[in-house]
């Protein structure tokens, strides 16, 4: 039947085939991110999140342990520190050893390191050492060791619970969480209500200049929201709503109208005229057909506007600027967290990785929990 | 107060209210205004059915005049004027105008978005009619098109996050950590690229993140446009034995041309709007600027709202052309 995919063989492999990589470059980049969420920063700046599912070779810090403490005196001035940089961890296959920063790979297992002026340390298969020098030497900090060593494929949840759990963490996400969703709710529902009573008043009731009215709703579907920033921003700041939640509910649900409205609308339209003009025979009044019929029967499209003010809202950024987030950021929201997070950690992949992937996750649970309403939306809001 | 109990107070004024005053409205309405008994019951009923509409409107025509059509205006007279110290305005005609088209920053953002205009509709509808077309028949096409689709639930944010890995860049003697600049090694490149620091084609690398958000939403309407062109017409260059590639350009494109129009035209909009991916990722810097961004910046960082007000005013220009013909599309559909 199909043209492209016919009944060759060939064809439907190469269909198959060309569909998988186009796949795979779409979920790739997104993989790439909640990988680095479950590693450490030490694992992500040591080898691609490609390669986490196999060992790799990373550089680990280590310092003998305290030899004010530990010291023991063999012969007359040649004191001794003995120790295992594994203690209390598992063992790993050392490649090669130093211990000076600028020369991380100076010695094989067995090497004795030569510190200068006698100062001697051993290092061993098993991460064992054995540090000697004199009074002076062995005192103070403990020698310095870098290591490396072929590690493992190890998987944390530690980032998750230091950017959500941690008390401490003044940049965490549990905070700028918990006000997106502060802004998201009601921000979602009070335009779908005031936007259902307007669809069914331009879809099933005869008044002079309904046309027209629609008509403007479909030209402000695509009015720029860059334009309302300065113009609300000064109406809000002089009727004393200032920048807060009030305010941000307000601009969503002035944005998300037009949307709410075309969709509804075009929903609505397509209601069988059967069961509205029965209700109406039968004394029904227009509030009773809108609660009693009209509402229940619009579910789907309710539904799918319901999911696309969420994302949305969810999603944004530019509005929460300006006009919820003040100079105490207090009520900062996640995008905004992240925008600050890339500023001021942009090497520090792991805890922006697991911060952005806290805040795509709840959209991407509600995205595949309810696809099927979502692209009924987006057909009904853009095919006629 | 905790925002939360400030959250659910809202929610419950807001739809309490709502439903309150819809409600009180009607019964006001009919029982107090118009009662639907008495000597004058039927020309009640008729006056009552005149103002309903009305009352079931107010609310959303107050916020979409407040919110929408209020600020087009506003913005407009800003636009003209200049803000003084003490809350003063003096009027400077098209100066705002004369002085950012004179800005090179300007400039740029106006070369940048033209470019983002013409590359991302184009690129994320054809991507997205290709995709429709490959997994149409195909088995296992509903999960592939579910994959693709999902960039349109993270956010701008999130995907300049996810790019910015995939585009970063590390020493030459250490390991690459950003998937473009390992492949590119592999691939024979001399030493790894600051992608995102390469001006003009920086410009590409950050439309790549939007094309792939878009990609999924072209390809969900033109996969059910695809749907809808009837099979016989299909049948039929088959049995005239036409090609796979004549029946797909000769054959579905025709028949689906209205929807790839309003895919690329709402796509088109989007692209305007384009603000978060250029504040994420370079905030205009590397010749990245776009005009949503540059008027953020006039607004918000240089306080400049006369300047500001004037860029806002070129992408309602530019959106413009879109709107007049969606509105007369609109008026010819219920005619």
Redo the contacts between chains.
Sequence with gaps: MDGLSGQKPAVVWALNISVIALVLLWIFPTLGLFVSSFRTGDQITASGWWSAMFPAEQTLQFRAIDPDDNRIETDAGVFVVEGNVFDGGDALTIDSWGTSSRALDAYQIGDTADLGDGETLILNTDGSYIWQGDDEQISGRGQRLFINATVPPDFTLDNYSFVLFDEDNSEGMAKAFFNTLTVVIPATIIPILIAAFAAYALAWMDFPGRALLIAAVVGLLVVPLQLALIPLLSLHNAIGIGKGYLGVWLAHTGFGLPLAIYLLRNYMVGLPRDIIENARVDGATEFQIFTKIILPLSFPALASFAIFQFLWTWNDLLVALVFLIDSSGQTTVMTKQIVELLGTRGGDWEILATSAFVSIAVPLIVFFAMQRYLVRGLLAGSVK | MH??V??II??IV??GG??GY??GA?LFL?KVLFPAKGPNAGRNINRA??I???L??L???L??G???????F??LR?SFLERLPGNQYAFVGFENYTRMFAEPKFMEAMRNNILWLIVVPAASTALGL??A??????RW?SI?K?????????????A???????Y?A?PED??????LN?LYLLFGGAEPQQWLTIPFWNNFFLMIVLI?IQ?G?AM??LS??LRGIP?ET??A??VDG????Q??FK??IPQIMG?IV??WT?IT?AT??V??IV??MTNGQWETQVL?NY??DK??RAND?GM??AA??I??LL?TP??VW??HN??K??R
């Design positions: 925002p939360a400030l959250g809202t929610i807001g739809v709502c439903v819809f409600y009607n009919d059915n005149i309903r509409p009305w079931f409107l609310p959303a025509m916020a979409l407040l919110y929408l059509a209020y600020p087009v506003a913005t800003l290709l995709v077309q490959l997994t149409d028949r195909l096409g592939a579910s994959i693709i689709f999902m960039p349109m639930a993270i956010s701008f944010v999130g300049a996050v996810i790019f910015k890995l995939v970063e590390r250490v390991a690459q950590i950003g998937i390992h792939w990609t939403f969900v309407i059910a446009a099979e299909v049948e260059a088959i036409a090609n796979p590639f029946i797909f054959i579905k929807t309003v895919v709402t909009i305007l709007k603000f978060d504040f994420a949503a008027m953020y607004l918000f709202w500001g007000s806002a005013m992408i309602m959106v879109i709107l969606n509105v609109a008026r559909e219920m």
